[in-house]
């Protein structure tokens, strides 16, 4: 379609705006990542800025930490009964990304604990 004065002026009566193409801006990684963290929920920013903890630097006296592993093996659930009541325990071994390991072992009631044991999967 040719777009000449007399087609613009045309145009300017009827009520449209007739606007340039928009060049498509090209963004590197590091500018999308930014961009979508921006467009996040608060709780999840807050997650993304945690300080991620290697395994080699817990201790007993850290009360606040955020590790990032990989389950190496799951142990089976077993029932325990004693003063305190029943419940569940089993075990995990953790891996992080510098190949340090830990184990950890989960107890609860009943309930909560078989949620747990169904979302960790060995990798």
């Known amino acids: 379609m040719d777009v000449d004065g007399e087609t613009k002026s045309?145009?300017?009566t009827a009520g449209i705006v007739l606007k340039p193409k928009q060049e498509v801006v090209a963004k590197s990684t590091a500018q999308i990542v930014n961009?979508?963290?921006?467009?996040?929920?608060?709780?999840?920013?807050?997650?993304?800025?945690?300080?991620?903890?290697?395994?080699?630097?817990?201790?007993?006296?850290q009360g606040n930490w955020t590790i990032k592993v990989r389950v190496t093996s799951k142990g089976n659930m077993r029932t325990y009964k004693n003063a305190r009541g029943e419940g569940c325990v089993f075990n995990v071994e953790l891996?992080?990304?510098?190949?340090?390991?830990?184990?950890a072992t989960m107890f609860m009631l009943f309930r909560p604990i078989h949620s747990v044991y169904a979302v960790l999967d060995v990798v």
């Open 10 to 12: 045309e145009a300017a």
């Open 35 to 61: 961009d979508q963290r921006t467009n996040m929920p608060p709780s999840t920013r807050m997650a993304m800025t945690r300080r991620v903890h290697p395994l080699v630097s817990l201790n007993p006296y």
């Open 95 to 103: 891996t992080d990304e510098d190949g340090t390991q830990i184990q």
